[in-house]
């Protein structure tokens, strides 16, 4: 299943995505994808409807964020090797965990507004996971059974707030419009292996990253395993799972982006966003 919120920034209703690919409204069964109603049991609960039985959305609508009001979203870094070597830093023995302000969420294909003054914001590919059950203490062997999906997002990077300005990273990855996720939540079962999946970000119409999660450091599997061992991970909570080759930062020289520039990027199976930079 594909979950998906569509309407206007704030207004969004929840909604299903059917096999033609038109939205189905789901407002009928639940209020709204959010930590609330995030659940396992939710789950079962939308496979049993026939979404052809739900009001059709027309096409065009504006696509936000597939889940609302988060908790958390966390973030991991250098979690692929590659992309760890092209920013010159030792591969991580254990996984590099920050946060994102959760007011940075935003839809998929809405503008990235640049920070007043940013002149090193940057791009990330990842492959975000949903919680779906409350995690504590989990064990690698049952992680998987407390995802409630998977979606595409963009970890956009502001490197000199994240780097030059006497930390933590959670400064230079938050501000509004960082955290482009979606157009949908993946559900598990559709996804299957979530270690196998191809990634890529042009900026420009050119491809600056390629990747698979196949190369990361860490699994998901082995994420929320270990930040259970830290925090209670709640469902609705987001967890991005680090990009691959390819950022700005690591070209020589670097590239950031700049008012006007188009980001394009997808994951295989969980579709693609596209967002336009604008300058605040
Ligand atoms: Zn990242």
Not at 50 to 78: C, K, M, N, Q, Y
Not at 142 to 168: M, T
Request: glycine content about 12%; hydrophobic content about 40%; proline content about 8%.
């Amino acid at each position: 299943m594909k979950l998906l919120r569509f309407g206007e920034l704030g207004l969004e209703k929840p909604g299903i995505l059917d096999g033609n690919g038109v939205i189905r409204d789901a407002s009928s069964i639940v209020a709204d994808y959010s930590p609330e109603t995030v659940s396992l049991e939710l789950l079962s609960i939308l496979r049993d409807i026939d979404p052809a039985t739900l009001p059709a959305v027309p096409a065009g609508v504006r696509i936000g964020a597939p889940v609302s009001r988060i908790g958390h979203f966390i973030a991991i870094g250098l979690n692929y090797a590659d992309h760890a070597a092209e920013t010159g830093a030792p591969i991580p023995n254990e996984p590099i965990v920050f946060s994102k302000a959760p007011s940075c969420l935003s839809g998929p294909n809405d503008d990235v507004l640049l920070p007043k003054g940013s002149v090193k914001s940057d791009w990330e590919v990842e492959l975000a996971v949903v919680i779906g059950k409350r995690c504590d203490y989990v064990e690698e062997r049952d992680a998987l059974d407390h995802v409630f999906g998977y979606a595409l997002c963009n970890d956009v990077s502001e490197r000199e707030y994240q780097a030059e300005r006497g930390g933590q990273w959670i400064k230079g990855k938050s501000a509004p419009t960082f955290g482009p996720l979606g157009p949908w939540i993946v559900t598990s079962d559709e996804v299957g292996d979530p270690q196998k999946l191809d990634m890529f970000l042009d900026v420009n119409g050119k491809r600056a990253q390629t990747g698979n999660t196949a190369t990361m450091i860490f699994t998901v599997r082995q994420i929320v395993s270990y930040l259970s061992q830290f925090m209670i991970l709640e469902p609705g909570d987001v967890i991005t799972t680090g990009t691959p080759p390819g950022v700005g930062l690591g070209m020589k020289p670097p590239v950031f982006l700049k008012d006007g520039d188009e980001m394009h990027l997808g994951i295989a199976g969980l579709g693609e966003q596209r967002q336009k930079v604008v300058a605040r």
